[in-house]
Structure formats: structure tokens, C-alpha cells
């Protein structure tokens, strides 16, 4: 018999709000830029289940900010496989982007910037998560990763829509072309699905 695979790590309702804070434990809302970059980081990936390396390297473009009351859709350029897709942000994620790009001085390029205004490297965002993990407490036995968050996004779209081909589009999953064929699915379903699922976690 072969090695069974371990489940992969899903966090709590708790721990994923917390996660989501982390950078601003005990107050209203992030002090220092950084505070300000990672928990926007945290919350887009909490809200929409991307890859690590789709986050960061997300510009200002490609989200829509012109809505006021809808969210707006967040486009992955070049995602695994070379796929582009669209994933919904609720009004409460925007509205939180757009006070971090306020605070920090983003108006375009990439989103989310080292301290040199250039790409932030995955080992140094990976471990500043495994930090403000032990931080806020989470269970020593999950491994902290930021794929971790697309575990849980999954795991909550699904108890949430009870729908695994729109989990599989909004994961961007390589045989999404085929599910939609044969299940006449409409994207704009999967769309609100997403902002529905942000707006009612309540990071």
C-alpha cells in the first residue's frame, strides 16, 4: 500500500480572521505601510484563494475600482498554465485596497511592493506568515504556508455554494473548459459566489 497523503491544512472561521488582522493586532487599522501591505495581502488571498505567485504579481489594472456597492472583479493574468481568469472581490475588500493604497502610495504598477518598490520575494512572504501565525496563535500542528489560504478558500466556497465547478473556476483549475461545457455553468454565478463568501466572513 502506498503512503497516505496527508489532508491539506484548512483553517477555522477564527483563525483565518485573525490571520487576516495579524498585522494590526489591537487596533482599528494597520499603522505602518508594511502593516498596511501584508494585511491587504492576507485579505486578498482570504477573499479569492489565489496562488501565492498570482498575488504577487497582481498590478493596480487589474482590479476594477470604479464600483461602489458590487465589489469588483480582480483579473489573473497569466496564472498557472497561462490562463487568465476573474474572481470577485466583495465592496469591503475594495474598499480596504483602496484606503491601502492610499496610506502607502500605490497609484499603478505592481500592488504589492518590497521596500525597494520592487517585487516582493515568496521566501521572505512565506515567512513573515509563518510569524504573525505564531503570533496570533494558530494551532502549532497546521503548517502555515500561504497555500493554506486556498485550502480554506476552497473548502468555505464550496460549504457555501455546495458547488465544486464553481470552486474549480475560481481556482483556475486546468480542466475548467471542459466543466463548463458540460455543465452550462455562467460565470456570473461563480462571480457573485466569491463576494458573497468575502462579505460574509467579516475580516
Same mark, same amino acid.
Given at each position: 500500500?502506498?503512503?497516505?497523503?496527508?489532508?491539506?491544512?484548512?483553517?477555522? %472561521?477564527?483563525?483565518?480572521?485573525?490571520?487576516?488582522?495579524?498585522?494590526?493586532?489591537?487596533?482599528?487599522?494597520?499603522?505602518?505601510?508594511?502593516? @498596511?501591505?501584508?494585511?491587504?495581502?492576507?485579505?486578498?488571498?482570504?477573499?479569492t484563494g489565489?496562488?501565492?505567485? $498570482?498575488?504577487?504579481?497582481?498590478? =493596480?489594472?487589474?482590479? $476594477? @475600482?470604479?464600483?461602489?456597492?458590487?465589489? *469588483?472583479?480582480?483579473? =489573473?493574468?497569466? !496564472?498557472?498554465?497561462?490562463?487568465?481568469?476573474? =474572481?470577485?472581490?466583495?465592496?469591503?475588500?475594495?474598499?480596504?485596497?483602496?484606503?491601502?493604497?492610499?496610506? =502607502?502610495?500605490?497609484?499603478? !504598477?505592481?500592488? /504589492?511592493?518590497?521596500? %525597494? !518598490?520592487?517585487?516582493?520575494?515568496?521566501?521572505?512572504? #512565506?515567512?513573515?506568515?509563518?510569524?504573525?501565525?505564531?503570533?496570533? *496563535?494558530? $494551532?502549532?500542528?497546521?503548517?502555515?504556508?500561504?497555500?493554506?489560504?486556498?485550502?480554506?478558500? #476552497?473548502?468555505?466556497?464550496?460549504?457555501?455554494?455546495?458547488?465544486?465547478? #464553481?470552486?474549480s473556476m475560481?481556482?483556475?483549475?486546468? %480542466?475548467?473548459?471542459?466543466?463548463?461545457?458540460?455543465?452550462?455553468?455562467?460565470?456570473? *454565478?461563480?462571480l457573485s459566489?466569491?463576494?458573497?463568501?468575502? $462579505?460574509?466572513?467579516? /475580516?
Open positions: 500500500m502506498g503512503r497516505r497523503k496527508k489532508l491539506p491544512t484548512v483553517l477555522s %472561521d477564527e483563525e483565518l480572521r485573525a490571520i487576516v488582522r495579524s498585522p494590526y493586532i489591537g487596533r482599528p487599522r494597520p499603522r505602518l505601510r508594511h502593516h @498596511w501591505r501584508n494585511a491587504a495581502m492576507y485579505r486578498v488571498l482570504a477573499a489565489l496562488r501565492a505567485a $498570482e498575488l504577487l504579481a497582481l498590478r =493596480v489594472q487589474d482590479i $476594477e @475600482w470604479t464600483s461602489a456597492t458590487s465589489g *469588483g472583479d480582480l483579473r =489573473v493574468r497569466n !496564472g498557472k498554465g497561462g490562463k487568465d481568469r476573474i =474572481v470577485r472581490l466583495g465592496q469591503s475588500d475594495v474598499e480596504f485596497l483602496r484606503e491601502y493604497r492610499r496610506e =502607502v502610495g500605490i497609484r499603478k !504598477g505592481l500592488l /504589492f511592493r518590497g521596500p %525597494d !518598490g520592487g517585487a516582493l520575494q515568496y521566501r521572505g512572504f #512565506a515567512r513573515r506568515l509563518k510569524k504573525y501565525a505564531h503570533k496570533v *496563535g494558530i $494551532e502549532p500542528g497546521k503548517v502555515m504556508s500561504p497555500h493554506v489560504f486556498r485550502h480554506t478558500f #476552497a473548502t468555505n466556497l464550496y460549504h457555501h455554494t455546495n458547488d465544486i465547478v #464553481a470552486v475560481a481556482l483556475g483549475h486546468s %480542466d475548467i473548459s471542459t466543466t463548463m461545457i458540460h455543465t452550462h455553468v455562467r460565470p456570473e *454565478g461563480v459566489a466569491t463576494a458573497s463568501l468575502s $462579505e460574509s466572513m467579516s /475580516f
